[in-house]
């Protein structure tokens, strides 16, 4: 037999598959890029939420926008405030595209897994709405690096939109080395937030009472069931990206876009063939809910 790295799937050939993957990415990340520059249109979320919060960091609930995500969300999008905001969104999108690359990597996905969330419905979704999912996927690709500075960023990540994973952080935070000194510390500056942004989360659950739902896709409360038996599957195998998708059961609002997380961590778990079958299934989704009107 051979020697050879590449015929044995040595270094040669990972760095090849490395190579290849992270290329990919690149591309579509301009690619992204380019399109929201110059093809997609203005929408809500970006222009009317998301921009504007920027410049309200230190009193983000008494802006007069409806902004019901933790403070930290505000602080972690203030670099952008300081840009155009057609070329700010056009960059969140890119930046999305190489975050989900990140996470996928990070959870042991391969090529597929990234070229099957990139050509998703959700993700056209979250990208030309400038929404900020990226986020909570960037926090789920820190935890799974189990590194401790990782997993002190991480944490923040992902609870700066906590609907999207935060079933994900009991179980990194449990399995990790140092789980203690990590509660003390994130303990003591969610202390510090509540302080500086004097009990924020109940402007934060008020703003989000009021917020119009629109396209939903949450199966709350029936699927909390599901979502239990996923968790404790996810607890069993020590595996927190399971716990991180069996947050959808949970949560009585998922709009489309968001869809996007679940599907990649999906597609980073399954096999090849179920991933298939998922983005099939993805695709039925987008268009049924593409052609349908609107809530009144």
């Known amino acids: 037999m051979s020697n050879s790295p590449i015929e044995a799937g040595g ?14 990415a690149t591309a579509c990340a301009i690619g992204t890029l380019y399109y929201l520059l110059n093809f ?22 008494d802006a007069g926008i409806h902004y019901a995500y933790p403070p930290w969300t505000a602080i972690f999008l203030w670099p ?22 990140f996470t996928i990597q990070s959870l042991g996905g391969k090529l597929y897994a990234f070229l099957f969330t990139f050509l998703s419905v ?20 820190l935890l799974a690096l189990e590194s401790t500075w990782s997993s002190y960023l991480g944490v923040w990540f992902v ?27 994130t303990a ?9 942004w004097w009990m924020w989360p109940l402007d934060m659950l008020e703003m989000a009472r009021r917020l119009y739902t629109g396209r939903d896709t949450s199966l709350y409360p029936w699927g909390i069931p599901i979502g239990l038996g996923l968790f404790a599957y996810a607890w069993l195998q020590k595996d927190g ?15 489309p876009y968001s869809l996007t997380g679940i599907f990649l961590v999906a597609y980073c778990r399954l096999p090849r063939s179920w991933s298939m079958a998922l983005f099939v299934l993805n695709w039925v989704i987008g268009i049924y809910y593409l052609t349908t009107p609107l809530p009144t």
């Open 122 to 141: 959700p993700f056209f979704q979250l990208v030309i709405n400038g929404q900020i999912d990226a986020l909570p996927i960037l926090g789920l690709g």
């Open 188 to 196: 003591g500056l969610g202390l510090v937030t509540l302080i500086i």
């Open 11 to 24: 270094p040669a050939q990972l760095s090849s598959a490395s190579s290849l993957f992270w290329g990919t």
């Open 40 to 61: 997609a249109p203005a929408v809500t979320d970006w222009w009317l939420t998301f921009h504007p919060i920027t410049q309200h960091v230190r009193a983000p609930y």
């Open 80 to 101: 952008f405030g300081a840009i155009d905001i057609d070329l700010a969104r056009g960059l969140i999108g890119a930046l999305t595209v190489m975050i989900c690359a």
């Open 159 to 185: 609870a700066a939109k906590p609907q999207i994973f935060v079933f994900a952080i009991p179980i990194y935070w449990w399995n990790f080395k140092q789980r203690w000194p990590l509660l003390g510390v």
């Open 241 to 255: 990206a399971w716990a991180a998708v069996a947050t959808f059961f949970f949560t009585p609002y998922f709009p």
